[in-house]
């Protein structure tokens, strides 16, 4: 059973920089799509980015040419950096994991099984 754990995140201006880590214990992360989710209050979770067992990444529309997810599989640790934050990338983010080899056909919640505890984003104008 594999455990996430997230670190990172916080607070910043707009136009600012944040990035967030998820750690895996318990099995690793290669093998797997690896997602990042957010939620902002009222809202539903949504898809912010993913990566496959070959590091091909996708990213939602909202987040493309700021964001960036990658994995360092030696540390066995997903990260996602944040740059030209907005007010509205404000949300609680997760890291979770999803299929084997591949990632869903889109950037679906429930299409992943395994999901750190969340982390606050705060970006003020």
């Known amino acids: 059973q594999v455990r996430l754990v997230q670190s990172g995140g916080g607070s910043a201006q707009a136009g600012g920089s944040l990035r967030i880590s998820c750690a895996a214990s318990?099995?690793?992360?290669?093998?797997?799509?690896m997602g990042w989710f957010r939620q902002a209050p009222g809202q539903e979770r949504e898809g912010v980015a993913d990566?496959?067992?070959?590091?091909?990444?996708r990213y939602a529309d909202s987040v493309k040419g700021r964001f960036t997810i990658s994995k360092d599989t030696a540390k066995n640790t997903l990260y996602l950096e944040m740059n030209s934050l907005k007010p509205e990338d404000s949300a609680i983010y997760y890291c979770?994991?999803?299929?084997?080899?591949?990632?869903?056909?889109?950037?679906?919640?429930?299409?992943?099984?395994?999901w750190g505890q969340g982390t606050q984003v705060t970006v003020s104008s």
């Open positions: 318990g099995d690793s992360l290669y093998t797997h799509c």
């Open positions: 979770a994991r999803g299929p084997v080899y591949m990632c869903p056909r889109s950037l679906d919640p429930s299409e992943f099984t395994s």
């Open positions: 990566i496959n067992r070959f590091g091909r990444p």
